[in-house]
């Protein structure tokens, strides 16, 4: 198992951006629930709301609910159209609050599989439209992107049971977002951000894990980047 996490440690680590030095250190917190409920052999849905915090844990920055239904075209390969609801809560130099909602329509597919007698590795490829509102009453400002997404989570359990019910795990995962259309209204770039995440988690039944780690947010401007050291909460349930 220590020969797999290394194997697991470097491909996250390549995967992730290349600069170490940022020109903006941040520091918050995010809490996520990440609910499935099956249907039938074919049919399901999915939630998950998160809240972040903004810089020093200062104020809530991000509310996000984003539900979807699935269509399970096997057991391990999964297809899903879902819609989310982003508030983003922001203070100006002066203090003065800014708000900006966000809708967005997705597309994904997730694929899972086995990489050890008792560890997987999901891979979810998700395509987003988005649509911006304007950042306050008199701002002309809004506008529409699309988004491409690309995440790899890997969960390891502690024992090497063939089958995981039960007990402690590690989680890796990564997520690279790129910019695919109308870049230049949101950092002129085609890379976007990237996540980098390390937790330890436990698992009391099928239906419910937790976990806490550390989530390593690089995000692009237009001409500077920003990293945010982020603690995490998590908590999935399964039904």
């Known amino acids: 198992m220590k020969k797999k996490l290394l194997q697991l440690s470097l491909l996250f680590t390549l995967l992730a951006p290349c600069k170490l030095l940022a020109q903006d250190n941040q520091f918050s917190g995010w809490a996520a629930l990440f609910h ?38 096997a057991n391990n390969k999964i297809g899903a159209l879902g819609y989310a609801y982003v508030t983003a809560n922001g203070r100006t130099g002066t203090g003065a609050h800014t708000f900006r909602s966000e809708s967005r329509i997705w597309e994904q597919f997730i694929y899972n599989h086995k990489i050890s007698r008792n560890a997987t590795l999901q891979h979810r490829l998700r395509l987003e439209q988005r649509f911006l509102g304007n950042t306050s009453a008199t701002a002309n400002d809004s506008y529409f992107a699309q988004r491409f997404r690309y995440f790899a989570r890997a969960v390891i359990p502690f024992k090497s049971d063939s089958v995981f019910t039960k007990g402690p795990f590690f989680a890796l995962q990564n997520e690279v977002f790129l910019n695919v259309q109308n870049k230049n209204k949101v950092n002129k770039h085609f890379f976007d951000q990237n996540r980098a995440y390390g937790a330890i988690g436990f698992r009391f039944s099928k239906k419910f894990d937790a976990e806490v780690g550390y989530l390593n947010q690089y995000t692009k401007q237009a001409t500077a980047y920003t990293v945010n050291h982020v603690v995490q909460t998590a908590f999935y349930t399964r039904f």
């Open 36 to 73: 499935t409920q099956r249907f039938s052999q074919h049919w399901g849905m999915s939630f998950d709301g998160q809240f972040r915090s903004a810089d020093q844990f200062d104020y809530l920055r991000n509310i996000l609910l984003r539900p979807s239904v699935n269509y399970y075209f």
